[in-house]
């Protein structure tokens, strides 16, 4: 493992979480979805609606976790829900993303909570990465969204 340093990013970090995900962006093909701006950063990303950690290896930025805290009703648990994990590919096979998401379990664990995120299908690299943590897909869940101009209309629906 190399040498390495974690800490969460601050307002002069914007360029950095913002340039570390759009490479993210343009690994998983969803150039097209990437809107984030560094004001978007600044104002969303640094503590106050989602968390950046960012991994140094000689002061050069390897990779970012985005992350925020939810809440599962059901299970009466805290949890880091995982937004983003990246680590530039000339600092993979170092140990990197291990590390991140380590940070992040003991968050997690220090409210005796848990960690969940969504992974790409594709992605089969990372999802044996996962699984080597002891992490397990939750099969019997479909992800859903509703934006855009569905999200709009529905609260000025009459319907009842």
Not at 37 to 58: N, P, Q, Y
Not at 67 to 94: H, N, Q
Not at 112 to 123: A, I, K, S, T, Y
Request: hydrophobic share 50%; charged share 25%.
């Amino acid at each position: 493992m190399s040498d390495f340093s974690i800490r969460a990013a601050g307002a002069a970090d914007a360029a950095t979480v913002l340039a570390l995900l759009k490479e993210l962006a343009d690994y998983e093909k969803l150039q097209n979805d990437f809107v984030l701006d560094e004001a978007a950063v600044k104002r969303d990303m640094l503590g106050t609606a989602c968390h950046s950690e960012l991994i140094f290896v000689d002061r050069a930025a390897a990779g970012i976790a985005a992350w925020f805290w939810i809440y599962k009703s059901f299970g009466a648990a805290r949890g880091v829900y995982l937004e983003d994990l990246y680590v530039r590919p000339e600092f993979r096979g170092r140990g990197l993303g291990r590390a991140l998401l380590a940070h992040l379990a003991g968050k997690a664990a220090a409210v005796d909570g848990f960690m969940e995120w969504q992974v790409l299908d594709w992605n089969a690299s990372s999802i044996a990465f996962y699984k080597s943590l002891g992490a397990r897909p939750r099969d019997s869940w479909i992800n859903y969204r509703l934006m855009g101009e569905a999200l709009r209309k529905l609260p000025t629906e009459k319907k009842v």
